[in-house]
């Protein structure tokens, strides 16, 4: 390896090992400083007072209320019965069945004294499911009736707390404009379509992240604004463990850039290809297939087809769990209505999407099929390995050819891709009227647990070296070269405009409080006192 390469891979390895908490500048107090609360008169006129988003989706929100809740005994119990019902969730299915019915006792049977007469009609219902299948949503309505209770008087009164004032204070934080100067950077990643991806760190909090870069340029010769746009305000829309997050959104003089979750994994064409023998086992290949499947669920949920699925747009993170990534293919489709459009690399793409047919999800699940071949393979379904047969001849063979299975599968993971590649979308698995969950539902996946995965509460089978950097070494990565002759004007400066929308607001709480940054700097004054402590 050359030396420019080792000195960038520990430059990276040092700031990841730092990453979240000593990676922070010096000046990282100066950079969070609240406002003082009479600058936050416009925003407290003109946000939106809805419990929901305030109090339980967006992550400093929902710390503050609890605050709040804790800070009033009447409604201490309600927090105790909230505690619990989120302890349920990381039970194991053998522990839940015994936690459930303790909740039932202390918080929802009359002669409690820890009873919550609001969810205690709830008993007998609770009871029963929990009897008949303790790995459902047994708690749901209790968890209803309590965010309804909560959101009523409470939190009219949380709004006349100093607790939501601090509120409207990191929210004020939140807006600060997003420039370079933000982040410190680290080695390239990787390269793509329209610019590179760089290794980056926050300042201010010592979050690691990775920004892809587009050159503005290049998305103007090459027309990509729309897909740009496209693929910013899908990720922003998401939220799930399986598909990257959009943390930052912003540009600069020459690009414009989304700072996303940091996969330090690399993706799965590296591991696939570049360490050891071709092909992954059994365990990874099950484990890696699932949680693509859950990432897939999670996007069609939301009316997204994928599109673009293949092993180097799957990534790794530090623990080993995959994201999806790359949706700059991504479309959402409007009820029931159907694209057409031949995107995709070719040799991923399925039959009905070279046909140039109308398609929905089921071009995803074929993806999906490809996907597990080629980790159980060690080379693509249509191709050989080392061979690069032109596009007709690869569309002749998706749209003719039996794919071949080596011994290298076993019957269930054989059957599991044979029925996710049926040529006839009709056919295919993931299809059949109940989406995903057919797929989860096929033998092959029997010792996956989806809810336990779902909540991220399984281990990994694999988990990268924390010193290792897996990805092409930084000179290997084609240089991206420049566009000349293109200018820049008003039109463009629009569209830069609807890119540029900053922070993502729950994904920057989720870095703010995971990186210790909330606990160190929500400090109150003293007690009685209405308003934050506010000059420090
Ligand atoms: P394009 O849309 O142009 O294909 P990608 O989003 O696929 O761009 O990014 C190009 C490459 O950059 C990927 O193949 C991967 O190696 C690297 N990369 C992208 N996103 C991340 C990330 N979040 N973490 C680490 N590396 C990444
Ligand atoms: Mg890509
Ligand atoms: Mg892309």
Same mark, same amino acid.
């Given at each position: ?18 990453g979240g ?5 010096? !000046?990282?107090? @100066? ?5 003082? $609360? +009479?600058?936050? #008169?416009?925003?407290? =006129? ?44 990381? !039970?194991?299915? @053998? ?5 459930? $019915? +303790?909740?039932? #006792?202390?918080?929802? =049977? ?58 409207? #204070? ?19 990643l ?7 991806v760089?290794a980056c760190?926050v300042?201010?909090?010592?979050m690691m992240y990775a920004c892809k ?19 910013? #305000?899908?990720l922003?829309?998401l939220d799930s463990r399986f598909v990257v997050n959009l943390v930052y ?9 989304m700072v996303l979750t940091m996969m330090s994994g ?29 990432g ?19 990534l790794l993170d530090d623990n080993?769990h995959i994201r999806i990534s790359d949706l ?176 993502v607001?729950v994904n920057w709480?989720n870095e703010?409080?995971e ?22």
């Amino acid at each position: 390896m050359e030396i420019e390469s080792l000195v960038a891979n520990s430059a990276l390895v040092r700031a990841r090992e730092g990453g979240g908490s000593k990676g922070k500048s010096w !000046k990282w107090r @100066e950079m969070l400083r609240f406002p003082h $609360i +009479s600058q936050c #008169q416009d925003l407290a =006129m003109e946000i939106e007072r809805d419990y929901y988003s305030l109090c339980v989706k967006q992550p400093i929100g929902k710390k503050l209320f609890q605050l709040f809740c804790r800070s009033r005994p009447d409604l201490q119990p309600y927090m105790s019965l909230q505690d619990a019902l989120d302890t349920f969730e990381t !039970k194991s299915d @053998e522990e839940r069945k015994d936690f459930g $019915i +303790s909740i039932i #006792q202390r918080f929802l =049977m009359r002669q409690s004294g820890q009873c919550v007469p609001i969810v205690s009609k709830h008993e007998e219902s609770c009871i029963q499911s929990l009897e008949a299948d303790p790995c459902t949503d047994v708690f749901h309505a209790c968890r209803e009736d309590l965010h309804k209770h909560l959101g009523g008087e409470s939190f009219n009164q949380y709004q006349d707390s100093m607790f939501f004032d601090r509120f409207l #204070q990191w929210k004020m934080l939140e807006r600060q404009p997003i420039t370079k100067q933000c982040f410190r950077q680290y080695r390239l990643l990787g390269k793509g379509g329209f610019g590179e991806v760089w290794a980056c760190q926050v300042r201010a909090t010592g979050m690691m992240y990775a920004c892809k870069k587009l050159e503005k340029t290049h998305v103007k010769k090459r027309r990509g604004e729309a897909m740009a746009l496209n693929e910013k #305000q899908i990720l922003e829309g998401l939220d799930s463990r399986f598909v990257v997050n959009l943390v930052y959104a912003y540009e600069t003089k020459h690009a414009l850039c989304m700072v996303l979750t940091m996969m330090s994994g690399g993706d799965l064409r590296f591991h696939i290809y570049n360490i050891g023998e071709p092909g992954l086992d059994r365990k990874r290949v099950r484990f890696y297939a699932a949680e693509v499947c859950c990432g897939l669920i999670h996007l069609h949920r939301m009316s997204i087809l994928y599109r673009d699925l293949k092993p180097e747009n799957i990534l790794l993170d530090d623990n080993g769990h995959i994201r999806i990534s790359d949706l700059g293919l991504a479309v959402k489709l409007s009820e029931g209505i159907l694209v057409r459009g031949r995107v995709g690399t070719l040799g991923y793409m399925a039959p009905e999407v070279i046909n140039l047919e109308r398609y929905g999800m089921s071009a995803d699940w074929w993806g999906l099929g490809c996907l597990i071949y080629e980790m159980t393979a060690g080379q693509p379904p249509f191709r050989a390995k080392g061979e690069h047969p032109k596009p007709p001849e690869m569309e002749r063979r998706i749209l003719k050819e039996q794919e071949e299975y080596s011994n290298k599968f076993s019957p269930n993971m054989k059957d599991l891709c044979s029925l996710l590649l049926s040529k006839d979308p009709k056919e295919r698995l993931g299809c059949q009227g109940s989406g995903g969950r057919e797929i989860q539902s096929h033998s092959f996946f029997k010792k996956i647990n989806f809810r336990m995965l779902e909540a991220g509460l399984v281990e990994a089978p694999f988990k990268p070296d924390p010193r290792l950097v897996y990805c092409s070494d930084v000179q290997d990565i084609e240089e991206f070269s420049s566009v000349k002759g293109v200018t820049l004007d008003q039109t463009d400066s629009n569209f830069y405009t609807k890119f540029n929308t900053g922070k993502v607001p729950v994904n920057w709480q989720n870095e703010i409080i995971e990186t210790g940054c909330f606990r160190e700097l929500n400090i109150f004054g003293p007690v009685g006192s209405r308003s934050p402590d506010l000059d420090w």
